[in-house]
């Protein structure tokens, strides 16, 4: 019996990733195909979702210093099993906890709380610690989340991932990010400066140029400051990958599907569809099923990630059903679509 392969990203704002894989499965099944769920992320919001695990939760202190409960896993991966924390900076200091851009104080937005994230993982004695940068609130250069692990002896010998998508250096995090969090042009250039001083005071206390290190500016510069700490910034979508073990069933599928709710430049570099694509190498053909596609075609995913063009299919939810349809109900639309696309090949 052929069996499907369902590996999307999350419909921002619609549907999360194990929502959409399960979608997808269940129109594999109603054409008679077997179907396996691997919901996947690039690091960045809705790690949690795609990585499993127990879940655990802790009240921190959230973006505007006041107390917020956020959730965070641990999962036992690797083999040997690692006992791995993961950690989403959103939850604890996301721009959405601060009420949007129009409610945060950019200047003053703190990632305290995810560092008391991270002390919480130490002492529920994981080994490695994986922090996902996205969705941030803050511009701080990491500064607060240090100040919440500073002088902690259980980050020794602890393993500390920073997962991201983007490249962005740390001196440009508030030129690219901070305006989208409700800074204005003149905050944008304080930020600025802040950042340039942060990152002379990690090299003088911490030896670490965060400078000259690719993605530092991810969260508005937690990644260079957990950087500076001795963490080792990664792939977000690399990370999720391992961890979830695509690679394993991807070697099992007659037909992978993938997705995201926006297909643009971005998706080409760091995202998830571009990264399923690369690594499946044209074994399987794929389908990419995606809330809006923004001028991407297949040919240039297949063009970015070396798959035969005859390889990839886009379906784009809202040129066929209508933007109404793909806001209200993408996993139902999601199923649709892989059972129809199915039919046409038996």
């Not at 529920?124 to 500064?143: E, K, L, M, P």
């Not at 490249?167 to 305006?179: I, K, Q, S």
Request: negative net charge.
């Amino acid at each position: 019996m052929p069996h499907l392969v369902a590996a999307p990203d999350k419909f921002r704002g619609t549907a999360t990733a194990p929502e959409i894989a399960q979608g997808a499965a269940t129109g594999a099944r109603r054409a008679g195909w077997t179907a396996s769920c691997v919901p996947l992320a690039d690091g960045g919001e809705g790690t949690l979702d795609a990585v499993g695990g127990e879940v655990r939760t802790d009240v921190v202190t959230g973006p505007l210093g006041r107390p917020v409960e956020a959730q965070w896993r641990l999962v036992r991966a690797g083999s040997p099993p690692v006992a791995t924390a993961v950690v989403e900076m959103s939850r604890a200091s996301g721009l959405v906890l601060a009420g949007g851009a129009a409610r945060n104080d950019p200047i003053g937005a703190t990632t305290r709380g995810t560092g008391e994230l991270v002390r919480a993982a130490l002492r529920a004695g994981a080994d490695r610690v994986v922090v996902g940068c996205g969705g941030s609130a803050t511009t701080d250069g990491g500064a607060g989340a240090l100040e919440a692990l500073a002088g902690d002896p259980a980050l020794r010998g602890v393993e500390l991932l920073v997962a991201t998508d983007v490249t962005t250096p740390f001196l440009d995090a508030a030129r690219v990010f901070a305006p989208q969090k409700g800074a204005s042009a003149e905050q944008v250039a304080l930020l600025t400066e802040r950042l340039a001083a942060t990152a002379r005071r990690y090299a003088a206390e911490m030896g670490v140029d965060v400078t000259r290190l690719d993605g530092a500016g991810a969260a508005g510069g937690l990644a260079g400051g957990l950087a500076a700490l001795g963490g080792r910034i990664v792939s977000g979508f690399e990370l999720v990958a391992e961890l979830v073990g695509l690679d394993e069933q991807l070697a099992r599928a007659d037909l992978v599907v993938t997705g995201e709710g926006c297909l643009d430049s971005t998706s080409l570099a760091g995202k998830v569809v571009s990264g399923v694509l690369s690594r499946l190498a044209g074994r399987a053909p794929a389908l990419v099923v995606v809330g809006v596609s923004r001028s991407l075609l297949a040919a240039d995913l297949a063009a970015a990630t070396a798959v035969p063009e005859h390889l990839v299919e886009v379906v784009d939810l809202t040129e066929r059903f209508g933007a109404e349809r793909a806001l209200a109900d993408p996993v139902a639309l999601v199923a649709d679509v892989v059972h129809d696309a199915l039919a046409r090949l038996s």
